[in-house]
């Protein structure tokens, strides 16, 4: 079945459910908010297909926090633009949509157990704004965003999004934006994957079909596989919120399963 298949699939069996999905996208290069490529396109029909949600949740791995889990508590999240050396265009680009203040003040009751606090100086970073902006163009969907916590395990990051699942019960899309395979100190333009991308980014796919949850958040057991697709985890953290918050009884739909630059797993999935 093709994705084009697969995601009027998608729209057909949402209609018939009040659960919101949970999505992860391997959002890439901040280049992609201004292409016309096969990611963005497919984006743009990934939210053709998602319904109009109450509010968006995002975690993003561009918001690292140490020793608590923060909640953008804002009423009009700002546009941040965190990175350097790209064209103006870039610097340009605004995602206006408001926030959802009352809603993550819930979801800092939610995680009061995981040192969650509520904030307003934080906004929408490019791990947001460069997917949403194909998913809901309109920017009139209010959305906030959630920090990862850098000192924590990976077990823990699974434990967040097994306490946010309930929000899918209210009309929240909970959506995740990283990589699966993040090493951009071996990048290569217009190079072939490495084999160790291509393999971490299988093994991963596979175990996730498998709600092999515990293996993938099992550091040791990644071991070096993991160290070289990750040099640094937080491209890889949301991906597990997203897996904690799926169900054993939700379908899972792969997008994008193709590696750029040599080392960045494009790789995207969806819960519904």
Known sequence: ????????????????????????????????ALEDNEYSRSWSALGNALPHPQAILVVSAHWM????????????????????????????????????????????????????????????????WSVLKFLYPGADVPVFQLSIDMTKDLPHHLEIGEALKELRNRGVLILGSGNIVHNLRAMR??????????????????????????????REG?????????PSLDH??????????SDKDDHLLF???????ASVSMRSFVYY
């Open 1 to 32: 079945m093709s994705i084009a298949q697969q995601l009027r699939q998608l729209k057909d069996s949402l209609k018939t459910s009040d659960r919101m999905p949970v999505v992860f996208l391997g959002h890439g290069s901040p280049m992609n």
């Open 189 to 218: 333009w217009g190079g072939k994957p490495y084999d160790w991308a291509e393999e971490f980014d299988k093994l991963f796919a596979d175990r996730l079909q498998m709600r092999d949850h515990a293996m993938l958040s099992d």
């Open 255 to 261: 997008m994008n399963d193709s590696i750029d630059i």
């Open 65 to 128: 926090t140490r020793g608590s889990t923060l909640v953008d508590i804002s009423r009009m999240p700002k546009t941040i633009h965190d990175f350097y050396g790209f064209p103006e265009e870039l610097f340009a680009q605004q995602y206006p949509a408001p926030g959802a203040p009352d809603v993550a003040k819930e979801v800092v009751s939610l995680l009061s157990s995981h040192h969650a606090e509520g904030d307003d100086t934080w906004g929408l970073d490019h791990g947001a």
């Open 236 to 245: 890889y953290l949301p991906a597990l919120t997203i897996a904690g918050a």
């Open 222 to 230: 990644l071991g070096t596989l993991l160290k070289m697709a990750h």
